[in-house]
Nanobody
Framework: QVQLVESGGGLVQAGGSLRLSCAASGRTLSSYVMGWFRQAPGKEREFVAFITWNSGRTFHADSVKGRFTTSRDNAKNTVYLQMNSLKPENSAVYYC???????????????WGQGTQVTVSS
């Protein structure tokens, strides 16, 4: 069993930055890849980025590449999503997930956090 708790969301002006955190707990964390997703009202949940615990290998969706960066702190069992140059269209509920990846492709999610709201004002 894996528990995920996101934090760090909030209201920010366009062009600003936020850093989201996802605190993970569970006995088999290292066997999972950690992913970030977002869901805006009326839209499907979309993939944002993933990172592996062991090597720190990352992959970011084209829509956020160069502005968002995911990282991890193994000692704290926490992954982060640093979001810079935010745009109003980035407003969404952001979720972290524990799952698996194949190459640069997210394969599937087994556990989800509760989500954290990010609102970017124009």
């Amino acid at each position: 069993q894996v528990q995920l708790v996101e934090s760090g969301g909030g209201l920010v002006q366009a062009g600003g930055s936020l850093r989201l955190s996802c605190a993970a707990s569970g006995r088999t964390l290292s066997s999972y890849v950690m992913g970030w997703f977002r869901q805006a009202p009326g839209k499907e949940r979309e993939f944002v980025a993933f990172i592996t615990w062991n090597s720190g290998r990352t992959f970011h969706a084209d829509s956020v590449k160069g502005r968002f960066t995911t990282s991890r702190d193994n000692a704290k069992n926490t992954v982060y999503l640093q979001m810079n140059s935010l745009k109003p269209e980035n407003s969404a509920v952001y979720y972290c997930a524990a799952g698996s990846a194949r190459g640069s492709r997210w394969y599937g999610s087994e556990y989800w956090g509760q989500g954290t709201q990010v609102t970017v004002s124009s």
